[in-house]
């Protein structure tokens, strides 16, 4: 399977411009990659939301609506899978969440198990983690989702011998990365499965440098740079 991990620029409270963002990737993946993952929250940006209850509904997504609709047609129209992460909207809950889209229909809907992604000094029941790490299969392969923190906090709820997908968001400086950092995402990897791959978005607030990685047997195998949109494509037999 050919995977192509995107870093690419999104936008706080911008799910048309990030909706585009997506839609350009697939048409320039179209017949080179067999599925494209972009980072968390990827369609509202991580720092979408306010923790006002009413405005952040407003910004969350049910699984019926409009814009997940689009997604699952691009899957037809360019013939690519997709995972992406967005804030979810189930009646009155909301999670991060992250979404695997094939052929027109939704394969897989995880809901990130760890707290920080919100506030949670200011947040109240409304704002909810999910509970279930089980795997998926796409294109006849299993593989299992997690989301930024969940691999630091319960790594040993994601081990697997099949291939990780680890979309975050993640704003360190390109110093810290390079210092250690990078070291240190390859390790934590390795306690849950061999074969990692983290995606990252780009954003300008605050600043978020990207980068996509392929972590295998905890070190980095393949990486893009930082600051640069980019596709990093990674074969998995």
Not at 31 to 45: I, N, P, R
Request: hydrophobic share 35%; aromatic share 12%; charged share 25%.
């Amino acid at each position: 399977m050919r995977i192509g991990l995107v870093s690419y620029r999104c936008e706080n409270r911008n799910t048309a411009f990030n909706m585009k963002q997506i839609e350009l990737a697939m048409q320039r993946s179209e017949g080179k990659a067999d599925l494209l993952c972009f980072g968390e929250a990827f369609l509202q940006g991580f720092d979408a939301l306010c923790w006002d209850y009413e405005a952040d509904k407003a910004a969350a997504l049910e699984l019926s609506s409009e814009t997940i609709s689009r997604l699952r047609y691009w899957t037809i129209r360019y013939g690519i899978s997709l995972i992406t992460g967005y804030i979810e909207k189930d009646r009155e809950k909301l999670y991060s969440s992250c979404i695997v889209l094939s052929e027109g229909e939704i394969v897989h809907n995880y809901r990130r198990i760890s707290k920080g992604w919100k506030e949670y000094s200011k947040t109240d029941g409304h704002y909810c983690e999910g509970n279930k790490t089980d795997p998926f299969c796409l294109h006849g392969k299993e593989m299992t989702l997690a989301l930024c923190g969940d691999l630091w906090e319960f790594p040993g709820r994601f081990r697997t011998d099949q291939l990780l997908i680890w979309p975050v968001y993640v704003n360190f400086t390109t110093e810290e990365w390079d210092q250690g950092v990078l070291d240190e995402y390859a390790a934590q990897a390795a306690l849950a499965a061999k074969d990692v791959l983290m995606i990252n978005p780009l954003d300008s607030g605050p600043v978020n440098h990207g980068g996509s990685f392929h972590f295998h047997d905890g070190h980095t195998a393949a990486r893009i740079p930082f600051d640069r949109e980019g596709i990093l494509i990674v074969d998995i037999p």
